[in-house]
């Protein structure tokens, strides 16, 4: 007792005379202040004073069996826990955490998350930084750069954005021990990486989309750390507890995860602005809100993701002669090892087909894939290592590829890449070519391709996978500059290609007729000129070592000139990035060929028509039923359904060319009239007249397929048609170019007189007929108020189509009496009914 009370005692004194010294330095100069905190008697009080809570010698915290890992800091594991030795110089750094799955759990294959839950798959990122805190603690923050300013001077707001973005802690974590010789302090992350966080786990939002529950701390581990100098790779085995479909008793899910500290570079590479007119990636992890390009408010800006190419400081000169030279640090992907050999020498060639796009921005050997080295070559590599990139093959039944990448949000820098190949992704190539091509290449007549012709296309999807992790975006609009008939003028295509992009969703030559004799080069797609015009864009070095905002002209100089000497450099923007007026272009539409989607659409329904009645020898094996016949008229249909869909863009369609105060032209424009109205013919013809071509009643009696498919794609289309969206856009043409403009009222009345032509020629009428005039009905309906999808009531749309049912309803009317049959009757009067009674509820 005695004791307890003497060291209160003298914590209060200690307490009273630093305070008290305190107070008075404020009064005396600066020598004094340093005679005062040398005291010796202040010395003896604070010694008296307790150690803060935890805070232990080094060899009592780091014991003599710990594990250790040395990298840019090290890593400790002492039997089940894990303990981080930071230094003081990377306190305060910007480092990258990347979270992968490296096993996946058995149990775990939920159809929303299939994405996110095999071996491989990237599952979150944050740029977090280690700062000394408060209570002998270091903090662990994560860190934004969505705002931003580089002006530090006295009217700058660099130290007005510092006060006004204090950055969040995540995690606090008690000091256990300070290594004096190393500067270094030692702390305790066990619980927290362990924990469900997004720091070292799931991010946010894809934690939500995979069902997973809490994480099971009895059943969660950390199994082995690596440590390298820039990087620091931990694995940890997390279970989470998991809902069981329509029940609410819960089952274990156990994933072994791989999280990755990686040192980002102190001074960030200089980024390149991104420009729509070319089509890399550049919006989110990289857009921000910069304080000082715009001195009277803000802009925002977002730069371009693209890997760090520079030219060795020996080839500087050489480089900026126009010389080809090699990067310091080329791009490297390595092929998974568990990749089935056969394939491998095909997903090399994929990727190193772009070292001739990269020869135009100035590099040689720029990117190459290698296979990975084995343990006996190699027992320090790892596929998970945030050092190498890699395509990681999974043994999914997912028919996909996809090609992610980790990027520096401070820059757009790419740091690395794993590229997801899924095995199934064959079944879907088969389909495509078998649909696409199975008319012009007798390879494709077969119910399974030969090795050959297999591996080549997969080289084409392992291509386009890769220019994504180039940071090129799919370019829909590459194809769209493509004369139609040069698609079958076997000297043109076999030099050019298809489609000027790899990035293009254009898959195979469909346009190509048999008697075109076209080879595999004018079918199969390639890395065109667009392609290698945006790596030259996004990649070249602009000598001088100017700023970004000094290159901005230098850029856009470069597209202005481009665009100009030939169409084949228009970039097509995809419509899934917040650009939503190109979703209105039928220039940027996937799986589509040519500059006309009426006259291609006419040519690959002849090669279908040339397939359906080989469907079941070309897919028929030994000893299996017709099922894969059955699932080939399915793909068939949906590559007619493509067809019309493409042609239907067209009708209302709005033209979207961005460009910059230097270029002439108009930005929005409307697709032509005559070409909406050759569109609506082709529907027409080839749609709302039921194409009995395409009724295989002996299939359909072998397989489950039917004519249903063909019907729903038919009142698709109708209903898109009779759409409120889509009538509001025809009004706002017409409002905006007059009688050039393909009027609501034209559009309606040729639709009109095509889904009722039996009634000008008093013809029965079919049962398909009748459920298409149906829809019509139903659908026209909906566009008068009080139904939720209707016109705006004060539009003079709303008023054309109450004119157009009037006249449907007594066009009807005035048919009836031609017609004896009892279907076709009895069809009509309900039509009369339904439009009569949403005309005049009354009656």
């Given at each position: 007792m005695?004791?307890?009370i003497?060291?209160r005692?003298l914590?209060?004194?200690?307490?009273?005379?630093v305070?008290g010294?305190?107070a008075?330095a404020?009064k005396t100069t600066?020598?004094?202040?340093?005679?005062?905190k040398?005291?010796?008697?202040?010395?003896?009080?604070?010694k008296?004073l307790?150690k803060p809570?935890?805070?232990?010698?080094?060899?009592d915290v780091v014991?003599?069996?710990?594990k250790?890992a040395?990298g840019?800091f090290?890593?400790?594991?002492?039997?089940?826990?894990l303990?981080?030795?930071l230094p003081d110089?990377?306190?305060?750094?910007?480092?990258?955490?990347?979270?992968r799955?490296?096993k996946?759990?058995s149990?775990?294959r939920?159809?929303l998350s299939?994405l996110?839950?095999?071996?491989g798959?990237w599952?979150g990122?944050s740029?977090?930084?280690?700062e000394?805190?408060?209570?002998?603690?270091?903090?662990l923050k994560?860190i934004?750069?969505?705002e931003?300013?580089s002006?530090s001077?006295?009217?700058?707001?660099s130290k007005?954005l510092e006060?006004?973005?204090?950055?969040?802690?995540?995690?606090?974590?008690p000091v256990?021990?300070v290594?004096?010789?190393?500067?270094a302090t030692?702390i305790?992350v066990?619980?927290?990486?362990?924990?469900?966080?997004?720091?070292?786990?799931?991010?946010?939002?894809?934690?939500?989309?995979t069902?997973?529950?809490p994480?099971?701390?009895?059943?969660?581990?950390?199994?082995?750390?690596?440590?390298?100098?820039?990087n620091?790779?931990i694995?940890?085995?997390?279970t989470?507890?998991v809902?069981?479909p329509?029940s609410?008793?819960?089952?274990p899910?156990?994933?072994e995860?791989?999280?990755?500290?990686v040192?980002?570079p102190?001074?960030?590479m200089?980024?390149r602005?991104?420009?729509?007119?070319?089509?890399?990636f550049?919006?989110?992890?990289?857009?921000y809100?910069?304080?000082d390009?715009n001195p009277?408010?803000?802009?925002?800006?977002s730069?371009?993701?693209?890997w760090?190419?520079?030219?060795?400081?020996e080839?500087?000169e050489?480089?900026?002669?126009?010389?080809?030279v090699?990067?310091q640090?080329?791009?490297?992907i390595?092929?998974?090892?568990?990749?089935?050999k056969?394939?491998v020498?095909?997903?090399?060639?994929?990727?190193?087909?772009?070292?001739?796009?990269f020869?135009?921005?100035?590099?040689k050997n720029?990117?190459?894939?290698?296979e990975?080295?084995?343990?006996?070559?190699?027992?320090?590599?790892s596929?998970d290592?945030?050092?190498?990139s890699?395509?990681v093959?999974?043994?999914?039944?997912?028919?996909?590829?996809?090609?992610p990448?980790?990027?520096?949000p401070?820059?757009?820098?790419?740091l690395?890449?794993?590229?997801?190949?899924?095995?199934?992704?064959?079944d879907?190539?088969?389909?495509?070519y078998?649909?696409?091509?199975?008319?012009?290449d007798?390879?494709?007549n077969?119910p399974?391709?030969?090795?050959?012709?297999?591996?080549?296309l997969?080289?084409?999807?392992?291509?386009?996978?890769?220019g994504?992790?180039?940071g090129?975006r799919h370019?829909?609009g590459?194809?769209s500059?493509?004369?139609v008939e040069?698609l079958r003028d076997?000297?043109?295509?076999?030099?050019?290609?298809?489609?000027?992009s790899?990035m293009d969703y254009?898959?195979f030559n469909?346009?190509a007729?048999?008697?075109?004799?076209?080879?595999e080069?004018?079918?199969?797609?390639?890395?065109?000129d667009?392609?290698k015009?945006?790596?030259?864009w996004?990649?070249?070095?602009?000598?001088g070592?100017?700023?970004?905002?000094?290159e901005?002209?230098i850029?856009?100089?470069w597209?202005?000139?481009?665009?100009?000497?030939g169409?084949?450099?228009?970039?097509g923007?995809e419509?899934v990035?917040g650009?939503?007026?190109?979703?209105?272009d039928?220039r940027?539409?996937n799986?589509?060929?040519g500059?006309?989607?009426?006259?291609a659409?006419?040519?690959g329904?002849?090669?279908?028509k040339?397939?359906l009645?080989n469907?079941?020898?070309?897919?028929q094996e030994?000893?299996?039923?017709y099922?894969?016949?059955?699932?080939?008229?399915?793909?068939?249909?949906?590559?007619?359904?493509r067809?019309?869909g493409?042609v239907?863009?067209?009708i209302g369609?709005?033209?979207?060319t961005p460009k910059t105060?230097e270029?002439?032209g108009?930005v929005?424009?409307?697709?032509?009239?005559?070409?909406?109205?050759?569109?609506m013919a082709?529907l027409?013809?080839?749609?709302f007249?039921?194409?009995?071509?395409?009724?295989?009643t002996?299939?359909?009696?072998?397989?489950?397929?039917?004519?249903?498919?063909?019907e729903?794609?038919?009142?698709g289309?109708l209903?898109?048609l009779l759409?409120?969206?889509?009538?509001?856009?025809?009004?706002?043409?017409?409002?905006?170019s007059g009688t050039?403009?393909y009027?609501?009222?034209e559009?309606?009345?040729?639709?009109?007189k095509g889904?009722?032509?039996e009634l000008?020629?008093?013809?029965p009428?079919?049962l398909?007929?009748?459920n298409?005039q149906?829809v019509?009905?139903?659908?026209?309906?909906?566009?008068l108020?009080?139904d939720k999808?209707?016109?705006?009531?004060?539009?003079?749309?709303s008023s054309v189509?109450?004119?157009?049912?009037?006249?449907l309803?007594?066009e009807?009317?005035?048919?009836?009496?031609n017609?004896?049959?009892v279907?076709?009757v009895?069809?009509?009067?309900?039509l009369a009914?339904?439009i009569?009674t949403?005309?005049?509820p009354?009656?």
């Open positions: 005695s004791t307890r003497t060291k005692v914590l209060f004194i200690a307490l009273f005379v305070a010294f305190s008075f404020q600066k020598a004094d202040t340093t005679k005062i040398k005291s010796d008697s202040v010395a003896a009080l604070v008296l307790p809570d935890g805070l232990k010698p080094y060899k014991t003599a069996d710990a250790t040395t840019f090290k890593v400790h594991k002492i039997d089940d826990r303990l981080f030795e110089s990377i306190l305060g750094r910007d480092l990258l955490t990347v979270n799955i490296a996946s759990s149990e775990f939920h159809p299939r996110v839950s095999y071996s798959d599952i990122e740029v977090i930084r280690f000394k805190g408060g209570m002998n603690k270091i903090m994560v934004s750069y969505k931003r300013s002006d001077s006295a009217n700058g707001l007005t006060t006004n973005n204090i950055q969040p802690i995540y995690a606090a974590f256990k021990a290594n004096k010789d190393k500067a030692v305790d066990t619980d927290y990486l362990l924990s469900d966080n997004p720091v070292f786990g799931y991010q946010v939002d894809l934690k939500s989309w069902t997973l529950g994480v099971l701390p009895d059943r969660s581990y950390i199994d082995s750390i690596r440590a390298f100098p820039m620091v790779e694995q940890s085995v997390k989470y507890s809902p069981k329509g609410t008793a819960m089952t899910a156990t994933f995860f791989n999280s990755s500290i040192l980002l102190k001074e960030p200089k980024g602005p991104y420009d729509p007119r070319v089509g890399f550049g919006l989110w992890p990289t857009d809100v910069d304080f390009a009277q408010g803000v802009k925002k800006i730069n371009i993701w693209r760090r190419l520079e030219p060795k400081p080839d500087v050489k480089y900026n002669r126009g010389e080809l090699e990067p640090r080329p791009i490297i390595y092929i998974d090892p568990l990749t089935p056969k394939w020498p095909y997903l090399i060639q994929g990727v190193n087909d772009w070292q001739a796009a020869e135009k921005a100035g590099f720029a990117i190459m894939a290698k990975a080295p084995t343990k006996e070559e190699d027992s320090t590599w596929i290592d945030a050092r190498h890699a395509l093959y999974k043994p999914s039944d997912f028919a996909n590829a996809s090609g990448s980790v990027k520096d401070r820059s757009g820098e790419i690395e890449t794993h590229i997801n190949w899924y095995h199934n992704v064959m879907i190539l088969y389909k495509w078998f649909i696409q091509a199975g008319a012009i007798p390879r494709a077969k399974q391709f030969d090795d050959s012709l297999m591996g080549e997969i080289r084409f999807v392992s291509s386009h996978e890769v994504h992790t180039l090129l370019n829909w590459a194809s500059t493509v004369p040069k076997k000297a043109w295509v076999e030099a050019h290609g298809h489609t000027p790899i254009a898959r469909y346009v007729q048999p008697e075109d004799h076209i080879s080069k004018g079918i199969f797609p390639r890395i065109g667009y392609d015009w945006a790596i030259e996004g990649y070249k070095m602009i000598p070592n100017k700023t970004a905002a000094e901005k002209p850029l856009n100089k597209i202005i000139d481009k665009l100009k000497s169409s084949q450099y228009f970039f923007i419509a990035q650009e939503a007026t190109t979703q209105l039928p940027n539409q799986e589509d060929l500059d006309d989607a009426m006259l659409s006419s040519y329904i002849k090669n279908l040339r397939i009645p469907l079941i020898k070309w897919t030994p000893d299996e039923n099922a894969r016949a059955g699932e080939m008229y399915t793909e068939l249909v949906n590559q007619y359904n067809y019309m493409h239907l863009m067209n369609g709005v033209l979207t105060v270029q002439p108009d929005y424009d409307f697709v032509p009239k005559e070409k909406q109205k050759r569109a082709f027409q013809k080839e749609l007249t039921t194409p009995e071509w395409l009724r295989d002996h299939l359909y009696s072998i397989s489950s397929t039917s004519f249903a498919s063909v729903n794609v038919q009142k289309i209903v898109q759409d409120a969206k889509y009538i509001s856009r025809l009004a706002i043409q017409e409002a905006e050039k403009a009027t609501v009222l559009m309606l009345t040729d639709l009109r889904i009722f032509s000008a020629l008093n013809k009428i079919g398909n007929r009748r298409l149906k019509y009905v139903i659908k026209l309906l909906t566009l108020p009080p999808g209707a016109l705006a009531p004060d539009s003079d749309a189509v109450k004119a157009h049912a009037r006249e309803a007594a009807i009317k005035r048919s009836l009496p017609y004896q049959d279907m076709s009895d069809h009509l009067k309900d009914d339904r009569t949403a005309l005049d009354k009656k």
